[in-house]
């Protein structure tokens, strides 16, 4: 039940973070918004995780927090030399 | 054991519940630097529950180091990359502009 609840929760705050995706007025509102995106998955994994007893996810959320982070800070980055 | 899993069941609703704050938040805030501050801080102590909640569900000490390695990760991580963001952001003078942040 519990469990269901944060599956629901999840999947508007996915709805929501794209919805932002989709329209955000400036290029950097859209680099937020894929950088949440990432954070939601990184929740639905660990979730996934609790739920059927694999704590290998654990490993996913490691290289998934790492490469977003590159990813942020390198389209940041082209932010500030474009401006 | 019942304690146990109703402590599992309320960490997990708490931290959904801030990762849909950080996504209300990022979709409703009127400009660029309070969507930022929505999205690192409330994502973060998300994340960091549903950290906890493993830790407690998965007693061993190899789940436990790697969560806590995964949560230094993040709270290193985060605050690095809206700050970046932020500052490629922050020249541009209409970024602020409290109603909306609509005009380009």
């Known amino acids: 039940m519990a469990f269901t609840i944060c599956h629901i929760l999840l999947a508007l705050s996915l709805v929501m973070a794209a919805w932002r995706l989709f329209k955000g ?4 509102d859209r680099v937020l918004a894929i950088d949440l995106l990432a954070a939601i998955t990184a929740g639905a994994i660990m979730l996934h995780a609790i739920d059927s007893g ?7 959320i490691v290289v998934l927090g790492v490469i977003v982070f590159f990813g942020t800070v390198a389209l940041a980055r082209i932010l500030t030399r474009d401006s | 054991m019942i304690m146990k899993e109703t402590l599992v069941d309320i960490i997990c609703v708490l931290g959904s519940l801030a990762v849909f704050l950080a996504a209300f938040g990022v979709l409703r805030l009127p400009d660029f630097f309070t969507r930022t501050h929505a999205a690192t801080k409330a994502s973060a102590f998300g994340i ?9 569900v998965f007693p061993q000490p190899n789940v436990i180091l790697k969560s806590i390695f995964a949560l230094i990760a993040l709270f290193l991580t985060l605050p ?17 502009d409290g109603e909306g942040g609509e005009k380009q």
Do not use: E, H, K, Y
């Not at chain 1, 007025?25 to 950097?28: K, L, M, W, Y």
């Open chain 1, 54 to 60: 694999a704590p290998v996810f654990v490993d996913v």
């Open chain 2, 48 to 56: 960091g529950c549903f950290l906890l909640a493993a830790c407690i």
């Open chain 2, 80 to 96: 690095v990359a809206s700050q970046a963001l932020a500052d490629a952001v922050r020249p541009r003078s209409d970024a602020v």
């Open chain 1, 25 to 28: 007025p400036t290029v950097a």
